[in-house]
């Protein structure tokens, strides 16, 4: 499990530095891509997208996991007229930025999930880019990722209603390179920028959440988040005499080099990414 220092790691470079080459709302996930679209379009689309495996509304109470600078939670209020959310993350830097947003009938913690104790059930669950924290490199080797899935999905069903249903958006470890340049490159960005996580293998994802968790559809947008990496890359690069500025050559370099071995691990296969909609099965 990503710790919190691992996530500042990973998230709070500052705020600023990723409103530069994110979209506006700061969607650090896999965007839905039809042609024409924008950047802005298309992270709209995806979240239009697991609202609806989500089953979000008025009526229904919201958990966002790993809610990152809000996107989500301002999407549920203002697009799906949820009266009612919460939103978990373990970065302070996107904490505050959310806080900022004032967004009504939005709450908000500073947690690690096994932490989280609500004091009443959701309706519906989100988590967008979060799963990839639930293990860490060290529980693969040793052969305790399955038993830290698990324990996620049984959290998750313990903090909903009967009937709840869990959209769930993750990259994939696909077919990983057993050698050479490119497995070091993914090395150095599991240890440089997201220190502590370790994206699953989708058999490992449906045999854990399955006693929770009906599995009702799997959708796999490796393509989607080749082109939306390749945007991102794109913007950096716009607008790198600003980051190089403000952040520093080093900094440049490094989501220079992160963001160009993205594109090439969507491109090789080495990661896929997969959106499930699950239901909650009621356990006797």
């Given at each position: ?135 860490s490199p060290d529980d693969v080797w040793a052969g305790r990722h399955l038993a830290r899935y698990a ?134």
């Amino acid at each position: 499990m990503s710790t919190q220092a691992d996530i500042e790691v990973s998230y709070d470079v500052g705020n600023e530095f990723f409103a530069l080459w994110l979209d506006s709302e700061r969607n650090y996930s896999c965007a839905l891509w039809e042609d024409g679209d924008d950047l802005e379009t298309a992270q709209l689309r995806k979240l239009a997208y697991l609202s609806e495996q989500a089953g979000t509304g008025p009526d229904t109470r919201v958990l966002d996991i790993g809610c990152g600078w809000g996107a989500n939670l301002q999407f549920q209020v203002d697009r799906r007229g949820v009266r009612r959310a919460h939103g978990i993350t373990l970065s302070p830097a996107q904490l505050a930025a959310t806080r900022d947003r004032a967004i009504p009938g939005v709450t908000l913690g500073l947690c690690d999930y096994r932490d989280f104790a609500p004091a009443e059930p959701f309706d519906a669950v989100l988590s967008i880019g979060m799963f990839e924290h639930v293990v860490s490199p060290d529980d693969v080797w040793a052969g305790r990722h399955l038993a830290r899935y698990a324990d996620f999905f049984r959290r998750v069903h313990s903090w909903t209603r009967p009937g709840a249903a869990f959209a769930l958006q993750t990259i994939l470890r696909d077919r990983m390179p057993r050698g050479g340049p490119d497995l070091e490159e993914l090395r150095w960005a599991t240890s440089s920028i997201f220190p502590g996580g370790m994206a699953p293998r989708l058999e490992d994802v449906l045999a854990t959440a399955e006693p929770y968790w009906e599995v009702v559809r799997v959708r796999t947008r490796r393509e989607h988040y080749r082109r939306t990496c390749e945007e991102w890359l794109r913007r950096l690069r716009f607008r790198a005499d600003i980051v190089r500025e403000r952040w520093g050559a080093a900094v440049l370099a490094d989501y220079e080099r992160y963001l160009s071995l993205c594109v090439l691990a969507f491109d090789r296969r080495y990661q896929s990414l997969a959106q499930f909609s699950l239901r909650r099965r009621e356990i006797r």
